[in-house]
């Protein structure tokens, strides 16, 4: 096996192994607005899942090369406020050309033909057609050398149609088809999957049913 110290690596390297290794990685395409109330959007794959109670996400945003904010950062550090989309296979290609180094007087939903529509809780909109969208408010900030994490605190959820069944609390999960992050800019979908039960010796025996993850 390869074995590589880390601490003898520069910001790059560790940048790009990490980067193809931990994957594949849900993408968040987080929503925000300036104090102008210009509407900026912007995928991120340093994202995910923190913790139930308080509900909280994170999105890690880099610092640029000559220490400025990108307007995601920007825009949180102003306002406290965004929308994170899980976007899916219909509209991975417009959420790719989100991240386009665009002006930031320049709206990326208009860019790229998505469809904002008022949130019900903050100001940015949320994206009508992605199947989910997660309003938040900044929980806390963490701050490192390459980068700003934002914890956000879920303060209302939108849904497509159909997707959440609210009396037992379960995801459609064969209708839910997310896009995620394979590297450089590769991605993955969802539509082959598997699920690892159980049987009566307790051994793992593959399972092919999606209803029953």
């Not at 904010?69 to 995601?72: A, F, G, L, V």
């Not at 994170?84 to 991975?92: E, G, K, S, T």
């Not at 979908?189 to 999957?193: I, K, W």
């Given at each position: 096996?390869?074995?590589?110290?880390?601490?003898?690596?520069?910001?790059?390297?560790?940048y790009?192994?990490m980067?193809?290794?931990?994957v594949?990685?849900?993408?968040?395409?987080?929503?925000?607005?300036?104090?102008?109330?210009i509407v900026?959007?912007?995928?991120?794959?340093?994202?995910?899942?923190?913790?139930?109670?308080?509900?909280?996400?994170?999105?890690?945003?880099?610092?640029?090369?000559?220490?400025a904010?990108?307007?995601?950062a920007?825009?949180?550090?102003?306002?406290?406020?965004?929308v994170?989309?899980?976007?899916?296979?219909?509209?991975?290609a417009?959420?790719?050309?989100?991240g386009q180094?665009?002006?930031s007087?320049?709206?990326?939903?208009?860019?790229v033909?998505?469809?904002?529509?008022?949130?019900?809780r903050v100001?940015?909109?949320?994206?009508?057609?992605?199947?989910?969208?997660?309003e938040?408010?900044?929980?806390e900030?963490?701050?490192?050398t390459s980068?700003?994490v934002?914890l956000g605190r879920?303060r209302?959820?939108?849904?497509?149609?159909?997707?959440?069944?609210?009396?037992l609390?379960r995801?459609?999960?064969a209708?839910?088809?997310?896009?995620?992050?394979?590297?450089a800019?590769?991605?993955v979908?969802?539509?082959?999957?598997f699920?690892?039960?159980?049987?009566?010796?307790?051994i793992?025996?593959?399972?092919?049913?999606?209803?029953r993850?």
């Open positions: 096996m390869a074995e590589i110290d880390f601490d003898e690596l520069g910001v790059y390297q560790r790009k192994l980067a193809s290794l931990i594949p990685r849900p993408i968040a395409l987080v929503t925000t607005t300036s104090e102008d109330g900026n959007a912007a995928p991120f794959s340093m994202f995910g899942m923190i913790g139930e109670d308080p509900p909280l996400l994170m999105i890690s945003v880099n610092r640029l090369e000559d220490g904010q990108k307007d995601t920007a825009n949180l550090d102003a306002t406290g406020e965004f994170v989309h899980i976007p899916d296979l219909p509209m991975a417009r959420m790719h050309e989100c180094a665009y002006p007087h320049v709206d990326e939903l208009a860019m033909g998505l469809t904002p529509t008022p949130s019900y100001r940015p909109p949320r994206i009508a057609e992605a199947p989910v969208a997660f938040c408010t900044v929980h900030r963490i701050l490192t980068r700003q934002y879920i209302h959820l939108h849904a497509a149609d159909g997707l959440i069944d609210t009396d609390w995801v459609a999960l209708d839910f088809h997310p896009v995620g992050r394979f590297g800019s590769f991605y979908s969802t539509e082959n999957r699920s690892l039960a159980s049987d009566a010796t307790g793992p025996v593959q399972a092919t049913d999606i209803d993850l």
